[in-house]
T-cell receptor, first 112, second 113 residues
Framework: QKEVEQDPGPLSVPEGAIVSLNCTYS??????FMWYRQYSRKGPELLMY????GNKEDGRFTAQVDKSSKYISLFIRDSQPSDSATYLC????????????FGSGTRLLVRP | DSGVTQTPKHLITATGQRVTLRCSPR?????VYWYQQSLDQGLQFLIQ???????AKGNILERFSAQQFPDLHSELNLSSLELGDSALYFC????????????FGDGTRLSIL
């Protein structure tokens, strides 16, 4: 079983829809959570960075962390065709073997 | 623009050869990380350097090595290349280590023929 599970998609939605992207994880040592957006032929771009359980909002993006359920989400409001990309969740564990683990990514397509 | 610069953008070479990938971190960042991204494996952490010293090792093959120089740029050396080494290689940087978010360059696409 992978430490971080993410549905690869693709997820296809119409423009203006609310998008929900999710990751689950198994290691309770994960303490820091990130969402990256990756366009084709580009490097991952940091979107959100959170530490504690709860919500963090930045413009149309909201990151949600539920440590008790080992579940994180990224919500995109009023989705745009320019949001079409692969979204990767990432987590940092703070046990003795510090490491950053990425999910496999979810491909999102926002149709005009 | 993340501020992380990787060169070259694309490398084409043959099996058995050796290549060097270069990364310049964001101004002020002390940590450099190398990742391999392939279609079937996703983004895999290879190795991290912090201020010139190796900090953490991931799934890096013995044929691969890296170093970080006094000016903080880093190089990833890949030798005895195999077809399976074809992938995107990303460099990321952060100010510190441990819990710092990482910022990625646009990668080097390595194609082994």
């Amino acid at each position: 079983q992978k430490e971080v599970e993410q549905d690869p998609g693709p997820l296809s939605v119409p423009e203006g829809a609310i998008v929900s992207l999710n990751c689950t994880y198994s290691n309770s040592a994960f303490q820091y959570f990130m969402w990256y957006r990756q366009y084709s032929r580009k490097g991952p771009e940091l979107l959100m960075y959170t530490y504690s359980s709860g919500n963090k909002e930045d413009g149309r993006f909201t990151a949600q962390v539920d440590k008790s359920s080992k579940y994180i989400s990224l919500f995109i409001r009023d989705s745009q065709p320019s949001d079409s990309a692969t979204y990767l969740c990432a987590m940092i564990s703070m046990d003795s073997s510090y490491k950053l683990i990425f999910g496999s990514g979810t491909r999102l397509l926002v149709r005009p | 623009d993340s501020g992380v610069t990787q060169t070259p953008k694309h490398l084409i070479t043959a099996t058995g050869q050796r290549v060097t990938l270069r990364c310049s971190p964001r101004s002020g960042d002390l940590s450099v990380y190398w990742y391999q991204q392939s279609l079937d494996q996703g983004l895999q952490f290879l190795i991290q350097y912090y201020n010139g010293e190796e900090r953490a090792k991931g799934n890096i093959l013995e044929r691969f090595s890296a170093q970080q120089f006094p000016d903080l740029h880093s190089e990833l050396n890949l030798s005895s290349l195999e077809l399976g080494d074809s992938a995107l290689y990303f460099c990321a940087s952060s100010y510190g280590t441990d819990n710092q978010p990482q910022h990625f360059g646009d990668g080097t696409r390595l194609s082994i023929l």
